[in-house]
């Protein structure tokens, strides 16, 4: 059964920075394109950013300003995302999420639980 | 960044209508969208990829359509289960962007 699973949320004050990190169990991790995805209290879902199955591409939304940065341990099947500088405008839920396959063009099939990150003084 | 607009935002309607939610997208994504459905509190659920393709396990009464940037998702008769958001998300390129969201209710 493929699991992901979050952790590393929580509280952090404003220009903080926060490490999220995601095991995945159950599949071939180094065969899967990684994302990650946010949604703020209420809101709707954002893409954040996602990685090659070797790591060796990666892509981020342009409003993060090079802020953030996606990860992955294939050895240990793990995937991160290092955010820095945080706002409180990044108060959101985390979510892991599994693409289809190993091609750019797939959607997501599976996705974590959610974290929640939470920017305040 | 290909932006998608889903219409309507949100919309009341009964058990037993057919719903159709539309999604544009600022430039041709081909068929790579896929339409997703959430409930409160839980993540989203995979209901269609590749525009019109539906996922095992979804039920029947789902169904996709559209290419280039016109989609639509149809219901074609509301169940009280249907109660969610649904997003629209394309992955033409490795930049991916979801619809704001339509949060269908029941009367």
């Known amino acids: 059964e493929v699991q992901l699973v979050e952790s590393g949320g929580g509280l952090v004050q404003p220009g903080g920075s926060l490490r999220l990190s995601c095991a995945a169990f159950?599949?071939?991790?180094?065969?899967?394109?990684m994302s990650w995805v946010r949604q703020a209290p209420g809101k709707g879902l954002e893409w954040v950013a996602n990685?090659?199955?070797?790591?060796?591409?990666?892509h981020y939304v342009d409003s993060l300003k090079g802020r953030f940065t996606i990860s992955r341990d294939n050895a240990k099947n793990s995937l991160f995302l290092q955010m820095n500088s945080l706002t409180a405008e990044d108060t959101a839920a985390y979510y892991c999420?599994?693409?289809?396959?190993?091609?750019?063009?797939?959607?997501?099939?599976?996705w974590g639980q959610g974290i929640l990150v939470t920017v305040s003084s | 960044d290909i932006q998608m607009t889903q219409s309507p935002s949100t919309l009341s309607t009964s058990v037993g209508d057919r719903v159709t939610i539309t999604c544009r997208a600022s430039?041709?994504?081909?068929?790579?969208l896929a339409w997703y459905q959430q409930k409160p509190g839980k993540a989203p659920k995979l209901l269609i990829q590749?525009?019109?393709s539906l996922e095992s396990g979804v039920p029947s009464r789902f169904s996709g359509s559209g290419s280039g940037t016109e989609f639509t998702l149809t219901i074609s008769s509301l169940q009280p289960d249907d109660s969610a958001t649904y997003y629209c998300?394309?992955?033409?390129?490795?930049?991916?962007?979801f619809g704001q969201g339509t949060k269908v209710e029941i009367k």
């Open positions: 999420a599994r693409d289809w396959s190993d091609g750019l063009q797939n959607p997501i099939d599976y």
């Open positions: 590749k525009a019109s």
């Open positions: 430039q041709s994504i081909s068929s790579w």
């Open positions: 990685i090659k199955p070797d790591g060796s591409a990666k």
């Open positions: 159950g599949f071939t991790f180094s065969g899967h394109w």
């Open positions: 998300q394309q992955y033409s390129t490795g930049f991916r962007t």
